[in-house]
């Protein structure tokens, strides 16, 4: 075991903190818990979802702006929120309501991890990669892939000193996972899980980010191992150190895929990147 200055939290005591800190919201985020709500509803309307995001004006101008960002590429620019939502997709409209409950814009950038929105972003491109050869939609891949860290954005906020002892450890050649696990009890795998069960998401995409540092077991659905690759080429691509014990070429060998496979899923992977910097900077920046 790690010796470390601070001692572990209680995790259930800590679970329940964060569980608190996310659904008791201030004013000005019950829009965005209100639409994820709506989204429980299979047949939630188009029309429904953009009375509530209308309601919020600066939830309004995020999903215009994001819909008329250079990365969808359209024509012409999109000037109603109805239109916006048709172009994002539910779950990228989802994935935005909830950085604004989690307070991941750039009033809260003291508290959230340093490349925390370009680590995102990496592996949403990776995860939209490697969504239709496992079957799924490139656009729900893309939103999960934005979510896999928001666990470590909230340990951070939650208690920054403690946060700071887990950077320190990583100095030292502790791995993140390891490190938050020594000093606050739970790792930000868990705590995303967790978070995104809270707020309704669905229970593939809450357990998918909850598990995506854990070699996918045969019976891990296509949004796990979709998710657990993603990072994995996003730390490649970023020359990040890894944050638990799999390694790229660890874990292309447990799925199966060859190095070469390898090799050209990194290159898409880097195109895709490059594709998604206005959003990056557009996301990071409101």
Do not use: C
């Not at 047949?43 to 999903?63: C, F, N, R, Y």
């Not at 935005?96 to 370009?118: M, Q, T, V």
């Not at 660890?250 to 990147?273: F, Y």
């Amino acid at each position: 075991m790690v010796n470390t200055r601070v001692r572990p939290l209680d995790p259930e005591t800590l679970k329940q903190r964060l569980l608190d800190e996310v659904t008791q919201l201030p004013v000005g985020h019950d829009a965005a818990l209100r639409l994820l709500v709506l989204f429980d509803d299979p047949h939630v309307s188009t029309a429904s979802v953009g009375l509530v995001i209308e309601s919020d004006p600066a939830l309004t101008v995020q999903v215009l702006r994001t819909a008329n960002s250079p990365f969808y590429g359209l024509s012409r620019r999109v000037g109603s929120v109805r239109q916006a939502i048709t172009v994002l997709g539910f779950a990228m409209v989802r994935s935005l309501a909830a950085a604004k409950i989690f307070k991941l814009g750039a009033r809260d950038a003291a508290n959230i991890p340093e490349s925390f929105w370009r680590h995102s972003f990496t592996t949403a491109a990776a995860a939209s990669v490697l969504a239709r050869p496992q079957g799924m939609a490139s656009s729900d891949a893309f939103s999960a892939g934005l979510l896999v860290d928001i666990g470590a954005a909230l340990l951070r906020r939650n208690d920054p000193a403690r946060y700071g002892e887990v950077l320190r450890l990583t100095t030292r050649g502790v791995s993140v996972i390891d490190s938050e696990r020594e000093v606050f009890g739970l790792a930000h795998p868990e705590v995303s899980g967790f978070a995104l069960e809270r707020l309704r998401f669905p229970a593939d995409v809450a357990t998918a980010v909850a598990e995506h540092h854990l070699m996918p077991a045969r019976g891990s659905g296509p949004l796990g191992r979709t998710l657990f690759l993603a990072d994995l080429l996003a730390h490649e691509l970023e020359q990040t150190p890894y944050e638990a014990g799999a390694t790229l070429a660890t874990g292309l060998e447990w799925l199966g895929i060859d190095a070469a496979e390898g090799a050209r899923l990194l290159d898409q992977t880097r195109a895709s990147a490059r594709k998604v910097e206005p959003l990056q900077s557009l996301i990071a920046t409101t």
